[in-house]
Structure formats: C-alpha cells, structure tokens
C-alpha cells in the first residue's frame, strides 16, 4: 500500500489543525446542571433555572444508566456517512420514535413536588400515546411551536435532547473524524439547528467559533464574521445588554436580521451554551426590540414564556 508523503512542515499542520467537530463529554447534563445552579443564585430568572438544573439531573442518571433501546440501522449511518449526510437524521428517527424509552426513562426519575403546573405538564406527557408523542416531537422540531402545548416544551425538549446525545456518543469515534465539508448551518451529525456559538479560547482552538447543535450538543467549526444563517459577510454587529453576563453575546446580521448568541470562554471558561442562553434573556428580549429574530431554537424554552 502506498501514500503520499508529507513534508514537515505539512505534518505540523495537520497536527495542529483543529478538528471539525467536537462531541459533548459524557457528564454533560451533570455539567449543565451544575452551570444552572450557579447561575440561579440572585437571578431574577432563578426559579426557573433551578427548576432546568433538575431537569439536567435526571437526564444524566438516564444517560448514564439508559434503558433497552431498539438498534439504529447500521446500513443507514454507512450509507449517510458515505453520501457527507447526518447519520443521526432528526427527520427520520423523530418519526420512528425510538427515543421514546429514553423520555419515559426520563419522566420516571424527574419530578417536582411543588409546582402544579409543571406536575400537570408531566402527567400529559406521560399518558400521550407514541403517536400524539411523534406529532409533538415533530412540531417541536421542526419550530412549529403552535403545534404543541407550550408546557410541555422543556420537558419534551428534554427527552429529545437526551435521546440524540445518547446515540451520538455511541458513534463517537466514527464522527469525531467527519472531515470539514464546508460552510453548515445545520448539525452535521443530526441535521438540527444551531442552538447558539462559542468562541474558543485556548491553543489550536484560540479565537475559533464552534456552532453548538440545538438537539445532540455536538459542537462544528463554522468561521466568524458571517452569519450562520444567511451567510451573510457584510459586518456583524454584536450587542450585549447591560445587567447579562458579559460572556454572552448577540451577533446580529443586518442582511437577514437574524441573530445568534455566542458564549466567550475567555470571559467564563468554565461556561455552557444552553444554561447562559437561558440565563441571558433579557438580550433576546433586546434584540427584538431592535427588530431582530432569533436564528437558534433552546429546545428547553417555548418562545414567548418560560416553558
């Protein structure tokens, strides 16, 4: 077998090159969770995020102990990652519904025994049938919010995030070295939006953003100055607002006029990309006043309320 030789200097940039994407940890809830915590403390939103640092709690003890689930087709990942699609289609297994022992999973162990509303919300949710299920799943995914009852948006949210995570880490070595295809503006492992951006901060990485996937959490290099959406390279305005973290905050685009939040690690970097989008609302709230649209779905937040 031969192959082409590479010269040092060839060799030290495909070394430091850094990889296109990058899969979440397999603590990631219990991380998010612990994010949630912290930001709770002296927070006007504080109730809400406590509430979202248990829902994260849970989802760890499923991922790390799931339920029997049936098996992905294997000749289907081979086949979508021969053709450069995502292997874990949200179009497709949405409607299979075999996430659906992961949310029952989930609904088990999560509870709250002082809120009324959100006891009610899970029971719905736990007595819907697998049909009623896949038509809220499939709204809720495909941004069709009025498709589904607002209170069950983070909870079903939640067992969707948890179900595609599950499968992507069991494909981690095969899609941590998808090649770089190029511009996305979706998941390149599950074909969901992005939730929102971090800006990396250390070695290779330095200065890099990562869109964040708003279903698996599966991180893709897409460059800066140009609009994830549009792509857009006409100038970027970025906008915080005063009393949001300062690690956070909005790139608006004046073609589209849409908008994504970017986390700067530099300024917290310890920081997670769903807890400081939903402690940072007062800056959605901002940018719609300057008649802008959010570009990115937090699948545990329905738009116009807390969930």
């Given at each position: 077998?031969?192959?082409?030789?590479?010269?040092?200097?060839q060799?030290e940039?495909a070394a430091?090159r850094?990889?296109f994407i990058?899969?979440?940890p397999?603590?990631?809830f219990a991380?998010?969770a612990a994010?949630?915590?912290t930001?709770a403390?002296?927070h006007?939103l504080?109730?809400?995020l406590r509430?979202l640092?248990?829902v994260c709690?849970?989802?760890q003890?499923v991922?790390d102990?799931?339920?029997?689930?049936?098996?992905?087709?294997?000749?289907?990942?081979?086949?979508s990652?021969r053709h450069?699609?995502p292997p874990?289609?949200?179009?497709?297994l949405v409607?299979e519904?075999?996430?659906q022992p992961?949310l029952?999973a989930w609904?088990?162990?999560f509870?709250t025994?002082d809120?009324p509303?959100?006891?009610?919300a899970?029971?719905?949710?736990?007595r819907?049938d697998?049909?009623q299920?896949?038509?809220w799943?499939?709204a809720?995914?495909a941004?069709q919010?009025?498709g589904l009852?607002?209170a069950?948006?983070p909870?079903?949210?939640?067992?969707?995030?948890?179900a595609?995570t599950?499968?992507l880490l069991?494909?981690?070595?095969?899609?941590e070295a998808?090649?770089?295809?190029?511009e996305?503006?979706?998941?390149?492992?599950?074909?969901a939006p992005?939730?929102?951006?971090?800006i990396r901060h250390?070695?290779v990485?330095?200065?890099?953003?990562?869109l964040v996937?708003?279903?698996?959490?599966a991180?893709?290099?897409?460059?800066?100055?140009k609009?994830?959406?549009?792509?857009?390279?006409?100038?970027?305005d970025?906008?915080?607002?005063d009393?949001?973290?300062g690690?956070v905050?909005a790139?608006?685009c004046?073609s589209?006029?849409?908008?994504l939040?970017?986390?700067?690690?530099?300024?917290r970097s310890?920081?997670?990309?769903?807890?400081a989008d939903?402690?940072s609302?007062?800056l959605?709230?901002?940018?719609?006043?300057?008649?802008?649209h959010?570009?990115?779905?937090?699948?545990?937040?329905?738009?116009g309320?807390?969930?």
């Amino acid at each position: 077998m031969t192959g082409k030789l590479l010269e040092p200097g060839q060799i030290e940039a495909a070394a430091e090159r850094p990889p296109f994407i990058q899969l979440p940890p397999h603590d990631l809830f219990a991380l998010r969770a612990a994010q949630f915590d912290t930001l709770a403390t002296d927070h006007p939103l504080g109730e809400y995020l406590r509430l979202l640092a248990g829902v994260c709690r849970a989802q760890q003890q499923v991922l790390d102990q799931p339920p029997a689930l049936p098996a992905l087709s294997e000749r289907r990942i081979q086949e979508s990652l021969r053709h450069g699609l995502p292997p874990l289609s949200v179009d497709t297994l949405v409607r299979e519904g075999g996430w659906q022992p992961l949310l029952d999973a989930w609904l088990d162990i999560f509870y709250t025994a002082d809120n009324p509303t959100v006891r009610a919300a899970l029971a719905r949710l736990h007595r819907a049938d697998e049909s009623q299920r896949k038509a809220w799943a499939v709204a809720l995914l495909a941004g069709q919010y009025e498709g589904l009852p607002a209170a069950l948006v983070p909870f079903l949210g939640a067992g969707l995030q948890l179900a595609w995570t599950h499968w992507l880490l069991g494909l981690r070595e095969r899609l941590e070295a998808l090649p770089e295809p190029g511009e996305l503006t979706h998941c390149p492992c599950c074909g969901a939006p992005p939730m929102a951006g971090v800006i990396r901060h250390r070695g290779v990485f330095n200065g890099l953003r990562y869109l964040v996937c708003s279903l698996c959490s599966a991180q893709w290099h897409f460059v800066r100055l140009k609009c994830s959406q549009c792509l857009s390279t006409r100038e970027l305005d970025y906008v915080r607002r005063d009393g949001t973290p300062g690690d956070v905050q909005a790139e608006a685009c004046p073609s589209c006029h849409g908008y994504l939040k970017l986390l700067y690690l530099e300024r917290r970097s310890d920081g997670e990309c769903l807890s400081a989008d939903l402690a940072s609302l007062e800056l959605d709230m901002l940018m719609n006043e300057q008649g802008f649209h959010r570009l990115a779905p937090n699948l545990l937040l329905a738009p116009g309320g807390e969930g």
